[in-house]
C-alpha cells in the first residue's frame, strides 16, 4: 500500500526556530528533500510576518525553487491576503487551519472557531476558481494548550461544517502531541465515513512521544497521508509547549519495516536531517540519523 509522506520542515518545522534561517538555507532543504523523493512539500506560510517572522520570505522561497513537474507546493494560508500572496508566489496546494478551540484560534488566527470556518469557506471558492488544491487542518483535535480536553464530538461537528467546502484532504492535527492511538483511530474512521470525498490526513508532534504511534494508528485506521518534518524540528509558536513534529526519516523507518510504500530514500532523508542539525546549531531530536537503518541502508 502507498502512503504519502508530506514534507513540512521548511515551514512547521522552522516557524519554531528562535533564530531566523536564511532563505537560501531554506531552498536547500526544499531540493534535498526533493532529491530525497518527497514529491508533497509544505514549503512556506503566507501569514503576517510581524506575527512570525520565521516565515516573512515566502516569496523568496518560492521564486528560489525548482520546478520539477511532479512536485507540489503547499502553502498555509490564513486570510484572503495570505491567499492572494499564495496565488501570486505559484504555489500548488493551500493548507488553511481551523482551530476546535475558540481560545487557541483567537490566538493562533484572531478569530473564533465558527469564523475560521466561515474564512476557510470563502478561501476555499477562491482557490477552487483558480485551480489549487485544498487542504483544510482541523487543528487542536486532540486537545487544546487552553481549554483541556476537546470532544470528540466537536471535531466531528467541524469536519461536517469544512467538508461543504469540498476539500481535497481533511487534515487532523495533534498540534501539541497530546492524542494516543485509541482516539486517532476512532477520529480518522469517523473523520472517513462522514467526508468520504476527503483524503484524510494527519499532522502529529511527538511532545509526548505518542506521535509515531498515533501516526501508525491513523494509517490502520484509514488515513493515507501524513505530516512529518525532517530531523523532528518544530512546533507552534502560539501552543505553549509544542515541541516537534514527528521526524521524516524516523517515521519512514517504521513504515517501510511495516510494508508501506513512500517512494521516499530514507536514508537520504536522514542526511538532511544531520545538515538541518548543522544548520540550526544543535543536534535535530530524529533518532535514525544516528542509529542508522535495519538491515541496512533503504
Not at 490566538?107 to 485544498?134: D, F, I, K, P, Y
Not at 505553549?240 to 519512514?252: C, H, K, R
Request: aromatic share 6%; hydrophobic share 45%.
Amino acid at each position: 500500500m502507498d502512503i504519502t509522506v508530506l514534507e513540512v520542515a521548511p515551514r512547521d518545522g522552522l516557524q519554531n526556530e528562535p533564530e531566523i534561517v536564511p532563505t537560501q538555507r531554506k531552498i536547500e532543504l526544499i531540493e534535498r528533500s526533493i532529491a530525497a523523493g518527497l514529491r508533497r512539500i509544505e514549503a512556506v506560510s503566507f501569514v503576517n510576518p510581524k506575527a512570525v517572522p520565521q516565515m516573512a520570505d515566502a516569496e523568496a522561497v518560492m521564486a528560489g525553487v525548482s520546478r520539477p513537474a511532479d512536485v507540489s507546493y503547499i502553502g498555509l494560508v490564513f486570510n484572503e491576503r495570505g491567499l492572494d500572496r499564495a496565488l501570486a508566489a505559484g504555489v500548488h496546494e493551500i493548507n488553511v487551519v481551523v482551530v476546535a478551540t475558540d481560545t487557541f484560534s483567537h490566538r493562533n488566527q484572531g478569530c473564533s472557531t465558527a469564523e475560521g470556518v466561515r474564512r476557510w469557506h470563502g478561501l476555499a471558492q477562491r482557490a477552487a476558481e483558480s485551480g489549487l488544491l485544498r487542504t483544510v487542518t482541523i487543528a487542536a483535535a486532540f486537545g487544546c494548550p487552553f481549554e483541556g480536553e476537546v470532544a470528540e464530538a466537536t471535531v466531528l461537528d467541524l469536519v461536517r461544517r469544512v467538508a461543504e467546502a469540498g476539500p481535497q484532504e481533511i487534515a487532523l492535527a495533534d498540534t501539541i502531541g497530546v492524542g494516543t492511538p485509541d482516539r486517532v483511530r476512532t477520529l480518522v474512521a469517523a473523520t472517513a465515513a462522514l467526508a468520504p470525498d476527503a483524503v484524510v490526513r494527519c499532522h502529529f508532534h511527538n511532545t509526548r512521544n505518542t506521535g509515531y504511534a498515533n501516526a501508525f494508528a491513523a494509517v490502520g485506521a484509514g488515513a493515507r497521508v501524513l505530516d512529518a518534518s525532517t530531523g523532528g524540528i518544530g512546533g507552534c509558536p502560539f501552543a505553549p509547549a509544542a515541541t516537534g513534529n514527528v521526524a521524516t526519516e524516523d517515521l519512514l523507518y517504521g513504515l517501510h519495516r511495516m510494508g508501506y510504500r513512500t517512494g521516499v530514500r530514507m536514508d537520504e532523508v536522514a542526511e538532511t536531517g544531520r545538515w538541518l542539525g548543522r544548520v540550526l546549531g544543535a543536534p535535530v531530536p530524529a533518532l535514525l540519523g544516528r542509529a542508522g537503518g535495519f538491515p541496512g541502508p533503504a
